[in-house]
């Protein structure tokens, strides 16, 4: 069965630093490219970043681009989601999903997604 | 503001055929796949369509997906009152090299 479980929320004040960890079981890890997507309180869902099957290309959205890094550890079979320079805009639920592609992700669909984990942004 | 652009609401009865629509431009949904995912209340969102009108196996046939130049649309059909969801659309974006997802739409069963 293929699972997905997200890590590393908290509560974190603006400017500060967390670390997201999504550990994937049940399926080959390092065949497949993966996502981090986010859904604000009372906002809709937002694509935050993704890397491809090896790590080797990253891409990010416009709002975290310059203090977000995704990188993944596939002997781990987790990938993670650095995040630097927190403003209170960040605050949501942050979800990790699998693309059905190694590299393709304008051809590909999420397959398989976490339960989530929660940031929150405040002094 | 979303770079693909759904109506916020949507309503129907039991039985009814409702319509979600998406619109977006030739940088995304004009050159990519669209595929829509459903988040019911609590749970991590599912994948209802991708590639612009393929169920993936265990969706049921009362869902389906069109696309016509830079704008799709997701049916659902026989309305049940599981239904009761928020909807998304989603297409990479060739431009912005990275994927963008519609506002959502929040359907309600009357």
């Known amino acids: 069965e293929v699972q997905l479980l997200e890590s590393g929320g908290g509560l974190v004040q603006p400017g500060g630093s967390l670390r997201l960890s999504c550990t994937g079981s049940?399926?080959?890890?390092?065949?497949?490219?993966m996502t981090w997507v986010r859904q604000a309180p009372g906002k809709g869902l937002e694509w935050v970043s993704g890397?491809?099957?090896?790590?080797?290309?990253?891409y990010y959205g416009d709002s975290v681009k310059g203090r977000f890094t995704i990188s993944r550890d596939n002997s781990k079979n987790t990938v993670y989601l650095q995040m630097n320079s927190l403003r209170a805009e960040d605050t949501a639920i942050y979800f990790c999903?699998?693309?059905?592609?190694?590299?393709?992700?304008?051809?590909?669909?999420?397959?398989?997604w976490g339960q989530g984990t929660r940031v929150t942004v405040s002094s | 503001q979303s770079v693909l652009t759904q109506p916020p609401s949507a309503s129907g009865t039991p039985g009814q055929r409702v319509t979600i629509s998406c619109s977006g431009s030739s940088s995304n949904i004009g050159s990519n796949s669209v595929n829509w995912y459903q988040r019911l209340p609590g749970m991590a969102p599912q994948v209802l369509i991708y590639?612009?009108?393929q169920r993936p196996s265990g969706v049921p046939a009362r869902f389906s997906g069109s696309k016509s130049g830079t704008s799709a649309s997701l049916a659902i059909s026989g309305l049940q009152s599981e239904d009761e969801a928020d909807y998304y659309c989603?297409?990479?974006?060739?431009?912005?090299?990275?994927?963008?997802f519609g506002g959502g739409t929040q359907l309600t069963v009357l």
């Open positions: 890397a491809t099957a090896t790590g080797t290309n990253t």
């Open positions: 989603a297409a990479w974006d060739d431009s912005l090299n990275g994927e963008v």
């Open positions: 049940g399926f080959t890890f390092g065949n497949y490219a």
């Open positions: 590639g612009n009108d």
């Open positions: 999903a699998r693309e059905t592609m190694m590299y393709d992700f304008w051809s590909a669909y999420k397959d398989y």
